[in-house]
């Protein structure tokens, strides 16, 4: 069993920085590819990128490319997800998951509680 926990959400004005950590427990978890999602009031949940269980690949979706950056430290079973430059759009509860790699909510088992992330000014 895995449990994820995220936190580093915040409010931000346009074009600023964040950095989303995302703490797992359970000694499964480095079996797992982590991916983080996000869900903007009304709307559906969205993948945002992904990293492969051993960390070497990762993948985006096509909004954040050049922005944002996923990384994991399998040493400390912690994940982190990079945002620069940010925009309104970008605005959203994070969450982080772990589970098969894929770009939908179905394929992962694990999830977190979600942390807000508001870009405004």
């Known amino acids: 069993q895995v449990q994820l926990g995220e936190s580093g959400g915040g409010l931000v004005q346009p074009g600023g920085s964040l950095r989303l950590s995302c703490a797992a427990t359970g000694d499964t978890f480095n079996r797992y590819a982590v991916a983080w999602f996000r869900q903007a009031p009304g709307k559906e949940r969205e993948w945002v990128a992904v990293?492969?269980?051993?960390?070497?690949?990762?993948y985006y979706t096509d909004s954040v490319k050049g922005r944002f950056t996923i990384s994991r430290d399998t040493s400390k079973n912690t994940a982190e997800l990079r945002m620069n430059s940010l925009r309104p759009e970008d605005t959203a509860v994070y969450y982080c998951a772990a589970g098969s790699g894929t770009t939908y909510p179905g394929g992962y088992d694990f999830w977190g509680q979600g942390t807000q992330v508001t870009v405004s000014s």
């Open positions: 990293i492969s269980w051993s960390g070497t690949t990762t």
